[in-house]
C-alpha cells in the first residue's frame, strides 16, 4: 500500500506540542522517517519501523524532583516496581509517549483507505472540566475551527476564557472528555468472546497517558435507562438495515453492527502544576511540590488526535482478524 512521510505527518501535525498557547509550549516539529518497510513510496511487507526525535528538551527542569514522588504522577509506582526511575520527564508515563501512538495511527489509516475507505474517524472534545458541550448546537465544521476541538462554537470561547483563568490566574490544570466516532464501519467486525471489538477499543482508550475511564455508546448513562429505552429497535429502510437510536454505540456482542462506533474517554488534570502540594521524597521525609517546566493545561485537547489514533489501529487489527476468520462473508437479511 502507499506509506510515506507526507502521508503520516499531517496527523502528528495535529498532535505536536506548541502548536496553540492553550498547549504545552514545547517546541517539537514531531518530524517522522521512515527508517525500513517502504520502497519507492509502496509498503514492502516487511516491519515500518519510523522515528521521531526530541529536539527541545530541557532535564534541568526536572532537577528539583529527582529525589522527591510528584503527586498524580507515575514517579512513586516506577519506583515502587523498579527501584529506579529517569526523573527527567515521565518517561513512557509521559504525553511525548503518545507521538509514536499518532504515528502509528497513520499506518493505520493507510490500511483503512485501502480495506474498507468508506470508513471515517472523527474526535472532538465534550467536556473541559465542569463546562459540557450542547449538543443542541453540534456543528463538525466547527471542530477544525478552535483550539479545543469543540463542535459547539459556543462553548469554545466559553472554554477559552476558563483555561486561561485557571492557567494564569488559579496555577491549575483541568481534566476533559473526548468523544470518538467512527463511521462507515462495515458491520461483522469482532468476536464473542476474546476479540471483542468494543473490548479491544476500551484497553486501547485506557492505554493512553493520563486516560482514567472509558465508555462506548450510552456507556455510563445506560444504568440509569430502562430496557425498553436502551434496546434500539431495528427494522429495514429501503431495503438496507436501520436503527432507531444507537444506545450500544455500534457494537452489540463485540461485533460492529455497522452503525457509528462511538467511544469516550476522560483524561484527568494534568499533574504538573504550579501549585504546591505534598509528597514525600525519596528517604521518606515529606516534602512540598511545585512542578516547573512547559505543561498542558489541559492534556486532553492533545488526546483528541491521540484518540483518533488508536480508533484508527483497533478497527485496523480487526479487519485484517475478520479477513483471517470469515474471509468477508456475510450474513445476509431479505
Same mark, same amino acid.
Given at each position: 500500500?502507499?506509506?510515506?512521510?507526507?502521508?503520516?505527518?499531517?496527523?502528528?501535525? =495535529?498532535?505536536r506540542?506548541?502548536?496553540?498557547?492553550?498547549?504545552t509550549?514545547?517546541?517539537?516539529?514531531?518530524?517522522?522517517?521512515i527508517?525500513s518497510?517502504?520502497f519507492?513510496?509502496?509498503?514492502?511487507?516487511?516491519?515500518?519501523?519510523?522515528?521521531?526525535?526530541?529536539?527541545?528538551?530541557? %532535564?534541568?527542569? @526536572?532537577?528539583?524532583?529527582?529525589?522527591?514522588?510528584?503527586?498524580?504522577?507515575?514517579?512513586?509506582? @516506577?519506583?515502587?516496581? *523498579?527501584?529506579?526511575?529517569? @526523573?527527567r520527564?515521565?518517561? =513512557? $508515563?509521559?504525553?511525548?509517549?503518545?507521538?509514536?501512538r499518532?504515528?502509528?495511527?497513520?499506518?493505520?489509516?493507510?490500511?483503512?483507505a485501502? &480495506?474498507?475507505?468508506?470508513? =471515517?474517524i472523527?474526535? *472532538?472534545?465534550?467536556?473541559?472540566?465542569?463546562?459540557?458541550?450542547?449538543?443542541?448546537?453540534?456543528?463538525p465544521?466547527?471542530?477544525?475551527?478552535?483550539?479545543?476541538?469543540?463542535?459547539?462554537?459556543?462553548?469554545?470561547?466559553?472554554?477559552e476564557? *476558563?483555561?486561561?483563568w485557571?492557567?494564569?490566574?488559579?496555577?491549575?490544570?483541568?481534566?476533559?472528555?473526548?468523544?470518538?466516532?467512527?463511521s462507515?464501519?462495515?458491520?461483522?467486525?469482532?468476536?464473542p468472546? *476474546?476479540?471483542?471489538?468494543? %473490548?479491544?477499543?476500551a484497553?486501547?482508550?485506557?492505554?493512553?497517558?493520563?486516560v482514567k475511564?472509558?465508555?462506548?455508546?450510552?456507556?455510563?448513562?445506560?444504568?440509569? #435507562?430502562?430496557?425498553?429505552?436502551?434496546?434500539?429497535?431495528?427494522?429495514?429502510?429501503?431495503?438496507?438495515?436501520?436503527?432507531? $437510536?444507537n444506545r450500544?454505540?455500534?457494537? &452489540?456482542? !463485540?461485533? %460492529?453492527?455497522?452503525?457509528?462506533i462511538?467511544?469516550?474517554?476522560?483524561?484527568?488534570?494534568?499533574? %504538573?502544576?504550579?501549585?504546591?502540594?505534598?509528597?514525600?521524597?525519596?528517604?521518606?521525609?515529606?516534602?512540598?511540590v511545585?512542578?516547573?517546566?512547559?505543561?498542558?493545561?489541559c492534556?486532553?485537547?492533545?488526546?483528541?488526535?491521540?484518540?483518533?489514533?488508536?480508533?484508527? #489501529?483497533v478497527?485496523?487489527?480487526?479487519? #485484517? #482478524?475478520?479477513?483471517?476468520?470469515?474471509?468477508?462473508?456475510r450474513?445476509?437479511? !431479505?
Amino acid at each position: 500500500m502507499p506509506l510515506s512521510e507526507e502521508l503520516i505527518q499531517p496527523w502528528l501535525d =495535529r498532535r505536536r506540542p506548541g502548536a496553540s498557547r492553550h498547549t504545552t509550549q514545547r517546541q517539537e516539529a514531531d518530524a517522522v522517517r521512515i527508517l525500513s518497510g517502504t520502497f519507492e513510496g509502496v509498503t514492502t511487507g516487511t516491519p515500518i519501523s519510523l522515528m521521531i526525535e526530541n529536539t527541545d528538551q530541557r %532535564s534541568k527542569d @526536572y532537577g528539583e524532583i529527582a529525589r522527591t514522588f510528584r503527586p498524580g504522577h507515575a514517579d512513586l509506582t @516506577y519506583h515502587l516496581k *523498579y527501584g529506579v526511575r529517569d @526523573y527527567r520527564g515521565g518517561g =513512557r $508515563s509521559s504525553a511525548r509517549e503518545t507521538a509514536a501512538r499518532v504515528a502509528a495511527g497513520g499506518v493505520a489509516r493507510q490500511v483503512l483507505a485501502a &480495506l474498507a475507505p468508506e470508513v =471515517r474517524i472523527t474526535g *472532538y472534545m465534550v467536556q473541559m472540566g465542569p463546562k459540557r458541550i450542547d449538543r443542541s448546537r453540534f456543528d463538525p465544521e466547527e471542530i477544525g475551527r478552535n483550539d479545543f476541538w469543540c463542535p459547539d462554537p459556543v462553548a469554545a470561547p466559553e472554554w477559552e476564557d *476558563y483555561l486561561n483563568w485557571l492557567r494564569k490566574d488559579d496555577h491549575n490544570s483541568v481534566g476533559a472528555m473526548v468523544e470518538v466516532v467512527a463511521s462507515g464501519v462495515p458491520a461483522g467486525l469482532g468476536a464473542p468472546i *476474546y476479540g471483542k471489538l468494543d %473490548s479491544d477499543l476500551a484497553s486501547a482508550m485506557m492505554s493512553i497517558n493520563a486516560v482514567k475511564g472509558v465508555e462506548i455508546g450510552e456507556g455510563m448513562a445506560a444504568a440509569a #435507562l430502562t430496557g425498553r429505552e436502551n434496546a434500539d429497535e431495528i427494522f429495514l429502510d429501503g431495503g438496507e438495515l436501520a436503527f432507531g $437510536s444507537n444506545r450500544a454505540g455500534g457494537i &452489540l456482542g !463485540g461485533i %460492529s453492527s455497522g452503525q457509528d462506533i462511538v467511544v469516550r474517554f476522560a483524561v484527568k488534570p494534568t499533574s %504538573s502544576i504550579l501549585s504546591p502540594r505534598r509528597s514525600i521524597r525519596m528517604d521518606g521525609s515529606p516534602a512540598e511540590v511545585v512542578t516547573k517546566g512547559r505543561h498542558d493545561p489541559c492534556v486532553g485537547i492533545r488526546a483528541v488526535p491521540v484518540g483518533e489514533a488508536m480508533m484508527a #489501529l483497533v478497527l485496523a487489527d480487526h479487519l #485484517l #482478524l475478520d479477513r483471517g476468520q470469515t474471509g468477508g462473508v456475510r450474513g445476509r437479511i !431479505g
